[in-house]
């Protein structure tokens, strides 16, 4: 039952899979449960959004909500921590393709495909994506401002685009089914500037840093809240834009639903 088109979905299907993740997150911090329990309900949790939405990249969310407590709660990762994280990620990937097709003869291949995905990445995306566009013209920013229309409803806007990375798909003309071509951030920067690219690139990491400054010193749970969502899973531009109008939207509901003004 998986989309493979955006058109109909709209942005609404990400505010109640927003309001799942940072509500764990909370739970997590307050919550007086032994750590074995804490984990034996972000696994569970993990579990049936993947059986309920069949994708696997919503288990790796909640990990992430679980890795930003841990680091929140007790301590930073450590290097080897670091390393195991990262490699687990193509053998959980291929585990979890293996349950969903039910075909656990061909692990050895996914874990191996996983394992080279980001060069296939830059071989079959990011190269003819430059190419294409170095031949026809520079976006000039057009994909980082497109967050600020996310929260438009469709039947409003008929002709509202479709995500960037459907654009960079019909552009080197794949007809696959079920999702755009993504490529690096730093070459979606060079996309939209050309050859200055760097300099708006050095200008978005030293934002993000200068946040992350702002954020660690200071201890408000509701700033540490929006920095671990914003800093593990909006890092670019038009992702933030996009966050930042969902958060206030899931606000906005819950002010509406239980009526309290300091949510």
Not at 7 to 20: D, H, K
Not at 248 to 260: A, N, P, Q
Request: with cysteine.
């Amino acid at each position: 039952l998986r989309r493979t088109s955006e058109i109909g979905i709209g942005f609404l299907r990400e505010i109640p899979m927003l309001a799942v993740l940072l509500g764990l997150f909370y739970i997590l911090l307050i919550s007086s449960a032994k750590e074995k329990m804490k984990l034996k309900y972000v696994l569970l949790i993990a579990c049936l959004l993947f059986v309920s939405i069949g994708n696997k990249s919503v288990i790796l969310k909640v990990i992430v909500v679980y890795i930003s407590y841990l680091t929140i709660k007790h301590r930073g990762f450590r290097l080897y921590e670091y390393l195991v994280y990262y490699m687990a990620i193509p053998f959980s990937a291929a585990l979890l393709d293996a349950f969903r097709q039910n075909n656990f003869n061909s692990i050895g291949d996914s874990i191996n495909k996983y394992l080279m995905y980001g060069t296939f990445i830059f071989q079959v995306n990011t190269v003819k994506i430059v190419e294409k566009i170095e031949k026809t013209e520079f976006l000039n920013g057009k994909e980082f401002y497109s967050g600020f229309y996310k929260i438009i409803p469709r039947f409003l806007w008929k002709d509202k685009p479709l995500s960037f990375d459907y654009y960079y798909k019909e552009l080197i003309g794949y007809e696959f089914e079920g999702g755009g071509t993504p490529m690096p951030l730093i070459y979606r920067f060079y996309t939209n500037f050309g050859n200055s690219f760097c300099i708006y690139y050095i200008i978005w990491m030293c934002f993000l840093f200068y946040c992350y400054r702002k954020f660690y010193n200071t201890k408000s749970s509701s700033s540490i809240l929006f920095l671990m969502f914003f800093f593990l899973n909006y890092c670019s531009p038009d992702s933030l834009f996009g966050y930042v109008e969902l958060y206030f939207l899931l606000l906005l509901l819950l002010y509406f639903v239980f009526k309290k003004r300091m949510l």
